[in-house]
């Protein structure tokens, strides 16, 4: 069984900045690409940006530049630095992981239980 567990939620004035974290555990072997979407209320979960087990990066255009994904492939964590947030970027954050466990020889994927970030105007 694998787990997704997001931290670091919360309230932040516009401007501020937040930085959430997922750790995931389990009878994990590798995980491949790590992402992180988010759901606003009333809107479809949509992708923020996701993170290669190599590192490479890729971002949604609104978040560019303002926000970093990074990920410590030791711990199994991926990391989601938010600088300049707007009340725009309010909203649940989950985080995604395809993972290989020793149960299957097919990755899988998985998701965190989701975190709220809520941007004050």
């Known amino acids: 069984q694998v787990q997704l567990v997001e931290s670091g939620g919360g309230l932040v004035q516009a401007g501020g900045s937040l930085r959430l974290s997922c750790a995931a555990s389990g009878r994990i072997k590798s995980i491949n690409a790590m992402a992180w979407y988010r759901q606003a209320p009333g809107k479809q979960r949509e992708l923020v940006g996701s993170i290669t087990s190599s590192g490479t990066t890729n971002y949604k255009d609104s978040v560019k530049g303002r926000f970093t994904i990074s990920r410590d492939n030791a711990k199994n964590t991926v990391h989601l630095q938010m600088n300049s947030l707007k009340f725009e970027d309010t909203a649940v954050y989950y985080c995604?992981?395809?993972?290989?466990?020793?149960?299957?020889?097919?990755?899988?994927?998985?998701w965190g239980q989701g975190t709220q970030v809520t941007v004050s105007s």
């Open positions: 995604n992981a395809n993972i290989l466990t020793y149960s299957s020889p097919w990755s899988s994927s998985y």
